[in-house]
């Protein structure tokens, strides 16, 4: 079965970077695209953008342009999503996400804090 | 980019009542790439439909979706007491995907 298993809970200070990993398994690596959302506490779902894995092509939102990257190492089947400059408002749940091309298989989710 | 605004915020309903919610696109969303998730607190978002009215794996058929262009429509035919939750419709026919903000089903 398709499974989404990302890195634990980060604390990280204002101007800091985070990065964020996601090992997939049940599935070949290379056949979907990789996703990341995130979601504030309270708040709703927001789409940060995607790779796909078999490039390296990646497509980010609008309003991450710069700050983040996302990255991909086929050898171990593992999506990598980056955001720097930290802001308090970044304190939120990342999840990765894949599908065909619907968000069809979710990792568990990656609370980072910002927090000084 | 496309915004999606959903309707109403909150619908306060009860079991065994039948639930429609909204979505309306700023935008055609091209080939009714649309879909709806629920999401429980401390979970992740489940996939229900897709392709504005296909249901997804292991979705139990009271879940249908239906619209195309800028106006879709999540119904529950008959609600349980699981389905109380928030719902989620996401466009992703665009280059840059977009979520609503969300309708949140309550007791």
């Known amino acids: 079965q398709v499974q989404l298993v990302q890195s634990g809970a980060e604390v990280e200070n204002p101007g800091a970077s985070v990065k964020v990993s996601c090992k997939a398994s049940g599935y070949t690596f290379t056949d979907y695209y990789m996703h990341w959302v995130r979601q504030a506490p309270g708040q709703g779902l927001e789409w940060m953008g995607w790779?796909?894995?078999?490039?390296?092509?990646?497509n980010d939102a609008h309003l991450f342009r710069g700050r983040v990257t996302i990255t991909r190492d086929t050898s171990i089947s593992t999506a990598y999503m980056e955001l720097r400059r930290l802001r308090f408002d970044d304190t939120a749940v990342y999840y990765c996400a894949t599908g065909d091309p619907h968000l069809e298989y979710w990792g568990q989710g990656t609370l980072v804090t910002v927090s000084s | 980019e496309i915004v999606l605004t959903q309707s109403p915020g909150t619908l306060p309903l009860s079991p065994g009542e039948r639930a429609t919610l909204s979505c309306r696109a700023s935008q055609s969303v091209s080939n009714s790439y649309l879909a709806w998730y629920q999401q429980k607190l401390g979970q992740a978002p489940r996939l229900l439909i897709y392709?504005?009215?296909r249901r997804a794996t292991g979705i139990p058929d009271r879940f249908s979706g239906s619209g195309s262009g800028t106006d879709f429509t999540l119904t529950i035919g008959r609600l349980e007491p699981e389905d109380f939750a928030v719902y989620y419709c996401q466009q992703y026919g665009s280059s840059q995907w977009t979520f609503g903000q969300g309708t949140k089903v309550e007791i």
């Open positions: 392709g504005a009215s």
């Open positions: 790779i796909n894995p078999n490039s390296g092509d990646t």
